[in-house]
């Protein structure tokens, strides 16, 4: 009986365990499409996905992924209303039209106005009476008299005649009508009221931009993660604008969780991407909720220790593949979280399955990542810690014990925590977007190998050959000393 469970134990496998086969192609990597199905309702146009980490994502990171065509998901160890705050930070970066619009009345002196302007650093505010924009004030129009006559109001300078757009004006509309008038600022009214302004800036630098994850309204699409039981926050991060809710724990295949998922469901409009799980059955108990996307991985990160520690997972590989056979059927994408050091490892995940990936480690250590840049024997680094680690536990507002269905009785700082993760540095990386180019650079330099136009194509075409540990040393650079170390693989160790 027990020796029976040794015996018909299956294999499991992860990325160093294979290799894709190249295949007759006509595909170029330049011409390859990385447009990805991220949950139900949603694609963005990378499939690169950052991770619900208190070292990876606060909304710098959900907007540098978002600029690319990813998607970033806002940690939950903070306050529900800070959460909130960094939402709307995402949501208000990609907004062509800026809505809480500052504006001042014709009768201020235009001392108040240099005052408003200098505080907000902006360069020019909407005159506004009774809620109609009556004219607009600029520094150009107050610098030269503030300091011989600073008790003019705000009216005896301003320019009176407003071009104005409405709320169905395109950028590209807006761009010629302020080209045309040779104006800066925009404002957008509604029934003759101001209800926000554009500016020829924003307007210019969305065209860096081509490639951005939006919403409907033209928005950068942002996710934000909440605990499993925890119908507050999800109720919350749903009103403030999230546009999918990653409903986050260690180990998602719980009868508890697949009924909490369906009354998240019965109260929000986010789609929902549940996780984590490592198998098709805790996918097909899952469906019963009506999931929108499955996160997949359960110890595969290189801070997670729960493999260890509790002597539980599925290598990786194994891991997305078994839940990708299940969702397919359903129409749900499929997410691997961790695991992934090389662009290569992401477009294994692809080929097993995958629809997109989480990133962790490969973003930790970015400009955009939260913490600050440390010295240490004169290289710069950045903290990166496992949602399991004991800082995460017992820092924030403690949600890694929650993530880990850890019970804390008494104050955090002296709980008795039994910790699936540690915590250490990275190095300094500088901006995402450059660790962006390499990755997708890579990920369209495997689809050119394998003849695959996309990512649904790759999942097709997609052929693995085993490989031993020597076929694996042979894969990576040897004989030889880099000198010059390349942007998308690091030899240097650590300290």
């Known amino acids: 009986m027990f020796s029976e469970k040794l015996i018909n134990a299956p294999e499991g496998f992860t990325f160093d365990d294979f290799l894709m086969l190249p295949s007759v192609s006509s595909v170029e990597p330049k011409d390859v499409e990385t447009t990805t199905q991220i949950s139900r309702n949603y694609r963005i146009n990378i499939p690169i996905v950052s991770s619900a980490m208190d070292t990876v994502t606060e909304g710098e990171m959900a907007i540098a992924l ?49 005052e408003i302007m200098d505080e907000e650093e902006i360069s020019g505010l909407p005159v506004v009476r009774d809620g109609t924009v009556v004219g607009i004030i600029s520094r150009r129009d107050v610098k ?58 924003d307007i210019l630098e969305r065209k860096n931009f081509p490639n951005a994850s939006r919403d409907k309204k033209g928005r950068f699409l942002v996710a934000a993660a909440t605990g499993p039981f925890d119908l507050d926050r999800a109720m919350a991060l749903d009103e403030a604008g999230a546009d999918i809710i990653a409903v986050d724990c260690a180990h998602a295949h719980k009868p508890s969780i697949v009924d909490s998922v369906k009354t998240m469901n019965e109260n929000i409009d986010a789609d929902l991407l549940v996780g984590n799980i490592a198998t098709g059955e805790a996918a097909e108990d899952l469906m019963a909720a009506e999931v929108d996307g499955f996160k997949v991985g359960i110890g595969p990160g290189s801070i997670c220790t729960t493999r260890i520690i509790s002597g539980v997972g599925v290598p990786q590989l194994t891991a997305i593949s078994s839940v990708a056979d299940v969702a397919k059927d359903y129409g749900v994408p499929v997410i691997g979280d961790g695991g992934l050091r090389y662009s290569g490892d992401i477009a294994k995940a692809i080929g097993a399955g995958a629809d997109a990936v989480m990133l962790g480690s490969l973003l930790a250590g970015t400009r955009e990542a939260p913490g600050d840049v440390v010295i240490m024997n004169g290289r710069k680094f950045k903290q990166y810690r496992g949602m399991g680690s004991l800082g995460a536990m017992t820092g924030g507002v403690g949600a890694g014990t929650d993530r880990y269905f850890q019970e804390v009785k008494g104050p955090m700082k002296h709980a008795k925590l039994v910790p699936e993760g540690v915590e250490g540095v990275v190095p300094y990386k500088g901006p995402a977007n450059e660790i962006l180019f390499q990755l997708i650079g890579g990920i369209k330099a ?36 880099i000198t010059n170390e390349s942007p998308n693989y690091p030899t240097t160790r650590l300290l």
């Open 446 to 481: 495997s689809f050119g190998y394998c003849g695959a136009n996309n990512i649904k194509d790759m999942q097709k075409k997609a052929k693995f050959v085993r490989i031993s540990p020597s076929g694996m040393t042979e894969s990576h650079p040897h004989d030889l000393t």
């Open 66 to 114: 978002a600029q690319e065509g990813g998607l970033g998901v806002i940690h939950r160890n903070m306050t529900i209303n800070e959460q909130i705050n960094e939402i709307k930070k995402v949501k208000r970066s990609g907004d062509l039209t800026i809505r809480d619009v500052i504006t001042i009345s014709p009768e201020a002196s235009i001392v108040e106005a240099q």
């Open 144 to 201: 030269p008299i503030i300091n011989s006559d600073p008790k003019r109001m705000v009216q005896d300078i301003m320019t009176e005649e407003v071009v104005t757009v409405s709320e169905s004006t395109t950028p590209a509309e807006a761009l010629d009508i302020a080209y045309e008038n040779k104006v800066e600022r925009l404002p957008v009214v509604k029934d003759g009221i101001i209800v926000g302004i554009l500016t020829m800036r």
